[in-house]
């Protein structure tokens, strides 16, 4: 089967750029070996998407993936192993079903957010265990947060959930952050915030939502527990970059796409990456316009081909 545009990833940027590249009458197709919407379909509630009021993930994304395929794009259930660009504007798609030919690729596989690791940690996400505090924080008004991790994401995100929640603890393995220096200083400044330092969670429990941590203190072994509302997952997260690698475009020390902000070009003509794996602030509006540059761009580039 022949495109000419193949779209790899099937969250809010695929989509996006889906919607896009056939609305410029491209031939279009998006790739998707998961649930259609990505990580959108993790979430309870969106509250933050302008124009939707709060909606559930799974919503949105059948939204987004209905005008999508109304627009005239394809939406194909196939999981990509490979990309290969065969000359200018001639790249293949090879899938465990087939292998595609297209114009131009856009890549838009995302991020994973990194786990605990820890027993019950999946049965949860959705149900008090969270990886966005710009998302879900609003939802713990007034209740007790913890939130795991000791970079800059678990200080910014614990300092946003402290103007929201009742208490607020940052649950940390070491007795050090490794974010910023002016961050930690407002965590200490801050009376709604306490750091449990040295402390691994060792399990997550509850009935149905997320109601107490197991603690552990890495230096003593003390075991104790905490309660509380909602947890906030803040060990790292890992761009879904393996596609990327093996076509050669140039990634960043943390394993994102290198793009050209203005374009969404990666480092590989006709090759154009949009959302978290670009490593941009990971939010669903900066997925939705990376792929509208993304797609655009991509649409120049074909119209390039043929002059
Ligand atoms: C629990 C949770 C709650 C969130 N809440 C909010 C919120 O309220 N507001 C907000 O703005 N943001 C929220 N976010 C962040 C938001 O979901 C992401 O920023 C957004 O989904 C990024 O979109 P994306 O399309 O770049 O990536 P993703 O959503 O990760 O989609 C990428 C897709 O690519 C697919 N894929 C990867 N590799 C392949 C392959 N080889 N072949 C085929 N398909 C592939 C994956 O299966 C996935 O479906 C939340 C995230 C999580 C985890």
Not at 116 to 124: A, R, T
Not at 183 to 209: H, Q, R
């Amino acid at each position: 089967m022949k495109y000419d545009v193949i779209i790899v990833g099937g969250g809010p940027a695929g989509l996006t750029a889906g919607l896009y590249s056939a609305r410029h009458k491209l031939k279009t197709a998006v790739f998707e070996e998961g649930v259609v919407g990505g990580q959108i379909t993790l979430t309870t509630y969106i509250e933050n998407y302008p124009g939707t009021g709060s909606l559930s993930g799974m919503e949105l994304a059948a939204r987004m993936k209905k005008q999508t395929e109304e627009m005239g794009a394809t939406v194909v259930k196939e999981h990509v192993i490979e990309i290969k660009k065969r000359g200018e504007g001639k790249f293949n798609v090879k899938t465990e079903r087939g292998t595609y030919e297209c114009k131009t690729i856009i890549i838009a596989t995302g991020a994973a957010h990194r786990k605990l690791g820890i027993k019950s940690e999946d049965d949860f996400v959705g149900k008090g265990v969270s990886f966005c505090s710009t998302c879900d924080a609003p939802l713990f008004q007034d209740k007790t947060v913890a939130v795991i991790g000791g970079g800059n994401s678990a200080l910014e995100s614990a300092l946003y959930i402290a103007d929201i929640a009742k208490e607020t603890y940052i649950i940390h393995r070491r007795n050090e952050f490794r974010g910023e220096e002016y961050l930690a200083e407002k965590i200490s400044k801050n009376a709604k915030i306490e750091v449990l330092w040295d402390t691994l969670v060792t399990e997550i429990k509850g009935k149905t939502m997320v109601e107490k941590l197991i603690l552990k203190n890495v230096k003593t072994c003390k075991v104790s527990e905490l309660k509380v509302d909602g947890v906030f997952i803040y060990v790292g997260v890992t761009p879904l970059n393996q596609l990327a690698k093996g076509v050669g475009v140039e990634l960043s020390d943390k394993g994102f796409i290198e793009v050209d902000w203005d374009t969404q070009q990666t480092s590989i003509p006709g090759v154009f990456a949009a959302g978290d794996v670009t490593g941009r602030l990971l939010q669903i509006g900066v997925a939705v316009g990376e792929a509208i540059i993304a797609s655009t761009s991509a649409y120049k580039y074909i119209k390039n081909l043929q002059k």
